[in-house]
């Protein structure tokens, strides 16, 4: 054992002293020779048979030497190193294929490892919480609402007697203006109920921001809406959660602190949505088993408002990535294609350069180089090239991860905390080394097979047909899955121009809505006060500069908030429970409403100043409204009348149907009835609601920038503890709801254009090696006769055939595959032949064009230079 | 001359480096596998470039170290002696072919 550690130091102070050691040696050796020789001369051999004499005696000296040198050093760092540097100079001799090989793979490895993270970080990983398997989603279902509200009385009863969870929680988003610190400021929260944070398993901790990060701020009051709170606990910056409509907020308040009276009414839409923690071993089934068995007696027990509702439960993770999920999926499947191209467009570099080397190999095999040196001389450049793009691939893998996730819709769960995953960066490298790999391994294996002497005599020339077809098979491969990409990529992009021309059935250019509190006086303000409130802030607001139009919106905003009132139809009986109502979405506004949105009014009028609280109480409805309760009747002038209060409705106008719930999904949807209520009818108890503030929509001229400042100011003379938040275009709404469509398709179409890009390398590479290698047969041609335009059609009939053959498979792929995105498209069907259409006629072209410099090179070729040549 | 000239064990070149030089003293290159070639009578092919890596071997053992010198001739050359654990690898070595010689000849030894 100890000789063994002598050994090896031993070699490897040698391996640092290579260059005196040799010169050592060789002085010994001569030494030795000569020492040979003079014994020889003084037996009386002339001086050349004593030198003759000598080294005949000693044996092979370069044997010898290469005998001590494996002995001496760490011989096998050695070659390594020399591999490497001959390797290196290799690559650098031929700039082109190495850039393009580097680049290529680089391209693939990046763009993989940057999907796969985002992948890995939202669908299969997005709950950073301890058992985050355990974690559900909770929802009352009802008939129209699959996943409804639960009412708080159900909640506490569902916490009371449910055997299946360790806890359960709810959540209300609500909006709070705070004073009393610096300027008055509307913050976000949630209203929560006390075990929220420990079904997720957290405990509050720190508090960052309005107090500069104090630490001592527990205790500390707070003025929310004019009450004041005392801050109990703070959570950590990190917290990141949104499901239903819970997001992370900067305020936590326990609902039953929230002081609406309709809190407590089992029938009530509150928007309040639960989670709840399943216990140790219960199953999904179990759950749901449980809950039915709970809701069906609370139905029992409480018909009018508990009929026909049950649970709904929903592991928290699909909740969170249902929506996203199917876009993810086809982009990882985009990712892998183009990872699968670039590897075959580097197999196909290496194969045909391996084939252009084979003469190399074989004067190193006649130089005695043995076959597994040969190879391990190919492995150590096939690594230095996967090497190489491993490392520049960081390069798109950091920063496709970053420009991804800026495109990722908001929603996504921890979309700031996924970064780039360096397993899966570990994991592509494996997979491009590997093909590099092989493919610079298996022409070597098949080159150093051969017979030196035959490979040498044929001069690389006319090589085998089997690597031509190879060559051939991969630039039918790469075309393929270009086109299935191509297709892909146009048919998200088909969708969405499809959902751009859906007319929203209001004009959303120019409008903006903002939320706005008042002042914290208004807590104890009459019904009188608050309209006469809401009246001068209208017009105040309606004669700001570069405001056309104005309205608060209470209630549903299109594509924003949804919002549901219930009714009965005039001159029918009451329907004893809430479940036998007819519901419509209802959108509490003011007379220029309409303007605000330029939706047409279709027949009869829309609302006026004169409908008040002294008026009769009107409303207008929309088209699917006038449809679905008078159908086939004039809706203008029938009365409905409302659950809350009982009251009568006259319907006075018509307007088209506004797309509620999005452009894409509006139509597939069960509530899409709409009716229209002037705020200044509303009853007390809605009204006391919109004390505190409200929605507002604007019309605006001219510059955005502007009109938002001048609102502000309005806001601000009016009074200072007035607050106006959360400003957002209609024009971005619109745009926030295809948000998940848009980025995949803007990566869908990255990866497609990387794929085109890639594969007219590939195709220009393979190309161009045919003709190098043909080269001596078109001088033949040429000098039997054939015109230069033979030679160049000749080259083009063959990529032509290539890429017919590539445009037929892929279009058969295509038509296969894309039926797996059917769920993303819109108003498109899958095999759209238009679409297929103008992506083979435009891989065609770039086909063509990448063929185009290598058959002009074949045409101009000089027939006799050509046959001297070689 | 004899008929046929063996093959040297890998084993046995070292030995007979190590033996030669324990009763020769420092000697270089060409002295050690001079010698060896006197001693066995010519009855072993030894190409004399053989004996470099195997002086290597021992050197990077440590049982034998180099040292530039000037040979009888006034040549410069490098003289190879033992150290202490060459010494003591000689006796190790010399039990073991002991050993074996004796195994061999009991099996070569005429049965009867």
Redesign the interface.
């Known amino acids: 054992m100890i000789t063994w550690v002598r050994v090896f130091v031993s070699r490897c102070v040698a391996f640092f002293r290579e260059r005196k050691l040799d010169d050592d040696l060789n002085e010994e050796l001569s030494a030795h020779i000569e020492l040979a020789m003079e014994e020889n001369l003084q037996r009386g051999m002339s001086r050349e048979q004593a030198r003759i004499a000598a080294l005949r005696s000693f044996g092979g000296v370069a044997q010898i030497q290469e005998r001590y040198r494996t002995l001496r050093g760490l011989p096998w760092i050695a070659t390594t190193l020399q591999d490497i540097r001959f390797g290196a100079r290799m690559l650098l001799k031929n700039p082109g294929f190495t850039a393009i090989a580097v680049l290529t793979l680089a391209l693939g490895i990046g763009g993989n490892t940057a999907i796969f993270s985002i992948v890995n970080g939202v669908l299969l990983n997005p709950l950073p919480f301890p058992h985050a398997e355990q974690l559900v989603a909770l929802h009352e279902s009802k008939p129209n609402f699959p996943r409804g509200s639960i009412s708080y009385p159900n909640f506490l009863d569902w916490q009371r007697e449910n055997h299946s969870f360790s806890s359960i929680a709810i959540a209300r988003g609500y909006v709070f203006s705070l004073t009393g610190r610096g300027d008055a400021e509307q913050v976000n929260s949630e209203y929560i109920s006390a075990d929220f944070f420990s079904v997720l398993g957290l405990h509050p901790l720190m508090w960052r921001r309005k107090f500069n990060g104090a630490p001592n701020v527990v205790g500390q009051p707070v003025t929310l809406d004019g009450h004041n709170y005392t801050i109990v606990g703070v959570i950590p910056a990190s917290f990141h959660l949104r499901f239903s409509n819970f997001s992370d907020q900067d305020v936590y308040v326990p609902i039953r602190q929230w002081g609406v009276s309709v809190l407590m009414q089992r029938s009530a839409g509150l928007a309040i949505h639960g989670i709840a923690r399943l216990k140790p071993g219960v199953t999904l089934q179990q759950a749901k088993a449980d809950m039915d068995e709970v809701t069906r007696n609370l139905a029992v027990a409480y018909p009018d408002a508990n009929r026909g509702a049950g649970a709904s439960i929903v592991p928290l993770k699909e909740q969170m990535v249902g929506d996203v999920r199917p876009f993810l999926l086809v982009l990882l499947g985009a990712v892998g294609f183009v990872l699968l191209i670039a590897c075959v467009n580097v197999a196909s570099l290496l194969l045909a350069r391996s084939t252009a080397r084979g003469r190399e190999f074989a004067v190193r095999t006649a130089l005695g180089a043995s076959r597994a040196r040969v190879v391990r001389q190919l492995l150590t450049e096939s690594l230095l090239l996967g090497v190489t793009a491993g490392a520049i691939s960081l390069l798109p893998a950091v920063w496709g991860t970053h420009a991804a996730l800026k495109l990722l819709p908001a929603a996504l769960p921890r979309a700031e905390e996924i970064s780039l995953d360096f397993r899966v960066l570990a994991f592509t490298m494996a997979v491009s080394l590997l093909t590099s790999t092989l493919f610079g391994l298996a022409p070597a294996l098949r080159s150093s097979q051969a017979n030196p002497q035959m490979a040498l005599k044929e001069g690389g020339r006319g090589s085998s047909g089997t690597r031509h077809r190879t060559l051939g098979a991969f630039v039918v491969v790469e075309m393929a899955i270009a086109l299935v990409l191509l297709t892909g990529a146009g048919l998200m992009i088909r969708s969405l121009v499809e959902l751009w021309d859906v007319d929203p059935g209001f004009n959303p250019h120019n409008v903006l809505t903002f939320g706005m509190s008042f002042p914290s006086s208004m807590v104890d303000a009459s019904s009188e006060e608050i309209r006469a409130t809401y009246r001068a802030f209208d017009d105040r607001l309606a004669s700001t500069p570069g405001v056309v139009a104005v309205s608060p919106v209470w209630g549903a905003l299109p594509m924003g908030m949804d919002d549901e009132r219930l009714f009965w139809l005039d001159g029918q009986p009451k329907p004893t429970s809430d479940h036998d109502m007819n519901w419509a979405l209802d959108y509490i506004v003011e007379p220029d409403y309409l303007r605000v949105m330029q939706i047409p009014l279709k027949r009869g009028r829309f609302f006026t100043r004169q409908d008040d609280e002294r008026a009769p109480l009107v409303a207008v409805v929309d088209d699917v409204f006038a449809r679905k309760y008078f159908p086939g009747q004039d809706a203008i002038g029938k009365r409905i009348r409302m659950s809350d209060t009982g009251n009568a409705v006259e319907i006075v106008g018509l307007v088209p149907h506004v797309k509620q719930w999005g452009l894409d999904t509006d139509d597939t949807q069960a509530l899409r009835a709409e009716l229209y209520l002037p705020c200044m009818q509303m009853p007390e108890n809605l009204l006391s609601a919109m004390r505190t503030g409200s929605g507002m929509v604007v019309r605006y001229d001219g510059s955005l920038a502007a009109v938002s400042d001048a609102i502000r100011r309005t806001s601000r003379q009016i009074s200072a503890e007035q607050v106006i938040a959360g400003y957002q275009t209609m024009d971005s709404v619109i745009s926030d709801s295809l948000a998940s469509r848009r980025f995949a398709m803007i990566l869908l179409g990255a990866f497609a254009a990387i794929a085109l890009l890639l594969a007219c390398i590939g195709i220009y590479g393979v190309m161009a090696y045919l003709v190098a290698q043909r080269i001596q047969e078109m001088g033949i041609r040429m000098a039997l006769g054939a015109k230069r335009s033979d030679v160049l059609l000749l080259i083009f009939r063959y990529c032509g055939r290539l890429t017919l053959l590539g445009v037929a498979i892929g279009t058969a792929s295509a038509i296969g595959l894309t039926r797996l995105m059917r769920d993303l498209l819109f108003n498109v069907k899958p095999r759209d032949p238009g679409i297929l259409a103008v992506v083979a006629a435009l891989l065609v072209l770039v086909a063509m064009a990448a063929c185009l410099i290598p058959a002009r090179r074949a045409a101009s070729i000089e027939p006799m230079q050509a046959l001297r040549t070689e | 001359m004899p008929e046929s000239k063996s093959d040297v064990l890998q084993g046995t070149l070292d030995l007979m480096v190590l033996k030669t030089l324990e009763s020769m003293g420092p000697l ?4 050690i ?2 010698r060896i070639e006197q001693v066995s009578e010519n009855t072993v092919s030894l ?4 004996i ?2 195997a002086l ?2 021992l ?4 049982w034998v170290k180099p040292e530039w010198g000037t ?1 009888e ?1 006034g ?4 003289f190879y002696s033992l150290t202490r654990s060459g010494r003591k690898q000689i006796e190790q070595e010399t039990e073991n072919w002991e050993r074996i010689a004796a195994t061999m000849a009991r099996f070569l030894a005429p049965s009867n």
């Open positions: 270089h290159g060409y002295g596998a001079r190409n004399q470039g053989t470099y890596p290597l071997r050197q990077q053992r440590g040979s001739t040549r410069r050359a490098k």
